[in-house]
């Protein structure tokens, strides 16, 4: 028993494991926190969504309750925030390291104050290095939640203190609408806006994903993650 155990663990980390999906395929079928190597260079921690969807989903983003700040900078956002028992970034670079193949797809799972579920899924997700500001290229949508991903495709990542939307008019959309995110000009979704709690909200500042509660509606939880194409 002890000898095929350690043959096991030796030979997970002999292959050092590149995604939550690779884990998954060794036999790691129980959700929470791994260590992984997505492009053979720096290992990092992520959550693993094994459950969703047939599991192996690398969780990036995730809101719940309000208790950690995304109205953040640029160098927050370009190594990751929060924890990952809770709220939290994984970190553009990371996610830049995730996506960057051809086969990689995204879910978003979304949850209102009412109970109500909602899932929107992406056969294209991938996100550009910082030298191109984290460029988004996203599509081939599926799901219940509609598109809200709509008219981001192309747009490079703004925050606070750097912006890079494609609006035409003078103000920074991160800055207006209280968030970071694929801007353009500006938002049909604005998940990493202010935690507001349910209706009422001011308009495209909240927790949005437009196609599914609209801009005056801050949702309770959502988490982004990906995953390699079967």
């Known amino acids: 028993m002890f000898v095929c155990l350690f043959f096991f663990l030796y030979h997970l980390i002999d292959i050092e494991p590149s995604s939550c999906a690779e884990l998954l395929r060794h036999g790691w079928n129980s959700s929470?926190?791994?260590?992984?190597?997505?492009?053979?260079?720096?290992?990092?921690?992520?959550?693993?969504?094994?459950?969703?969807?047939?599991?192996?989903?690398?969780v990036f983003q995730r809101?719940?309750?309000?208790?950690?700040?995304?109205?953040?900078?640029?160098?927050?956002?370009?190594?990751?925030?929060?924890?990952?028992?809770?709220?939290?970034?994984?970190?553009?670079?990371?996610?830049?390291?995730?996506?960057?193949?051809?086969?990689?797809?995204?879910?978003?799972?979304?949850?209102?104050?009412?109970?109500?579920?909602?899932?929107?899924?992406?056969?294209t997700f991938k996100v550009a290095d910082e030298a191109d500001k984290y460029r988004l290229l996203i599509g081939g949508y599926s799901g219940t939640a509609g598109d809200s991903m709509l008219g981001h495709d192309s747009m490079r990542f703004s925050t606070k203190d750097q912006d890079n939307d494609h609006g035409n008019h003078t103000s920074n959309c991160a800055e207006r609408?209280?968030?970071?995110w694929w801007y353009n000009d500006c938002h049909r979704s604005n998940l990493n806006g202010l935690y507001l709690h349910g209706p009422g909200a001011p308009f495209g500042i909240g927790v949005n994903w437009y196609a599914f509660r609209g801009y005056h509606y801050s949702l309770k939880r959502t988490e982004m993650k990906v995953k390699t194409k079967a």
Request: with cysteine.
């Open 63 to 123: 809101r719940l309750d309000g208790s950690v700040d995304f109205f953040l900078g640029w160098e927050s956002y370009k190594y990751g925030f929060g924890n990952l028992n809770g709220e939290f970034w994984l970190g553009n670079d990371n996610l830049h390291h995730l996506t960057d193949s051809d086969d990689v797809m995204l879910r978003v799972d979304l949850e209102d104050f009412e109970g109500n579920i909602a899932y929107a899924e992406y056969t």
């Open 177 to 180: 609408y209280k968030g970071a």
């Open 32 to 58: 929470g926190v791994y260590t992984i190597n997505p492009d053979g260079g720096k290992p990092v921690q992520v959550l693993c969504d094994m459950i969703t969807d047939g599991g192996g989903w690398t």
